[in-house]
């Protein structure tokens, strides 16, 4: 059984940083891609940040520049370097790991998700 576990959420002044951290495991294979996702509330769940298992990062306009995402493949581990936060970053962040073989199999696996306030 595959266990997602998201940890580093917390409350933050606005400017500052945090770390969020995830780890999957009782997988077997490394993840094709792992990411991040966020909901706000009175939003819809969006895109934050991926990275595959080769490197390639993807991310969302709103977070460029401030937000940088990275993986341990061994591990099963990805992490989002959070700098420079906003208000508007304020949401529960949710970590995703996705498995595919193939054109037709593939498995998206979630964790319960931490909280990010960005708040004076």
């Known amino acids: 059984q595959v266990h997602v576990v998201e940890s580093g959420g917390g409350l933050v002044q606005p400017g500052g940083s945090l770390r969020l951290s995830c780890a999957a495991s009782g997988f077997r294979f490394s993840f094709n891609v792992m990411g991040w996702y966020r909901k706000a509330p009175g939003k819809e769940r969006e895109l934050v940040a991926t990275?595959?298992?080769?490197?390639?990062?993807d991310y969302a306009d709103s977070v460029k520049g401030r937000f940088t995402i990275s993986r341990d493949n061994v591990e099963n581990t990805v992490y989002l370097q959070m700098n420079s936060l906003k208000p508007e970053d304020t949401a529960v962040y949710y970590c995703?790991?996705?498995?595919?073989?193939?054109?037709?199999?593939?498995?998206?696996?979630w964790g319960q998700g931490t909280q990010v306030i960005v708040s004076s």
């Open positions: 995703n790991a996705r498995y595919y073989s193939g054109p037709t199999y593939r498995r998206d696996y």
């Open positions: 990275i595959s298992s080769g490197g390639s990062t």
